[in-house]
């Protein structure tokens, strides 16, 4: 069913149902029982029109959801595409920030033992030469 057409149809629903309350006050007006109302045949038209208005609003809103489904299921898609192709691209992103960091953390502890070293082998230097100094001003 068109779904633009869902303005109309709730439209003429709303008109017939106003058209079979008048015939029905009308009926009862007359002093008609619910027996004779139900065989009267234009109430048992209108009572058909509002059927079929239900019964295209239902297909109308059946076909909206399904609508929906779809641009729903699209956009999930094209998002799944959409990561799976930056996925690599980060992974390798990742993957290289890591290396860099692991190539600077190893840097890092190479020089930290070896300034030690340089420290320590300094200070034992200026130990000797401090010795030394003192010696020969002793003799």
Do not use: C, W
Request: aromatic share 2%; hydrophobic share 30%; charged share 50%.
């Amino acid at each position: 069913m068109n779904l633009r057409a869902r303005i109309y149809v709730e439209n003429q629903k709303k008109s017939v149902q106003a058209k079979l309350d008048a015939h029905l006050a009308s009926l009862k007006e007359k002093g008609l029982d619910t027996e004779a109302i139900s065989r009267d045949a234009t109430h048992r038209k209108l009572k058909a029109m509002i059927r079929k208005a239900i019964f295209r609003l239902a297909s109308i809103a059946a076909q909206e959801k399904l609508n929906q489904e779809r641009i729903k299921a699209k956009a999930d898609k094209l998002a799944a595409e959409k990561t799976a192709a930056e996925g690599p691209k980060e992974e390798k992103k990742v993957a290289e920030e890591k290396g860099k960091k692991e190539k600077k953390q190893k840097k890092e502890k190479k020089e930290k033992p070896a300034k030690a070293e340089k420290q320590a082998k300094g200070e034992a230097k200026k130990a000797k030469e401090e010795k030394k100094a003192e010696k020969p001003e002793e003799q």
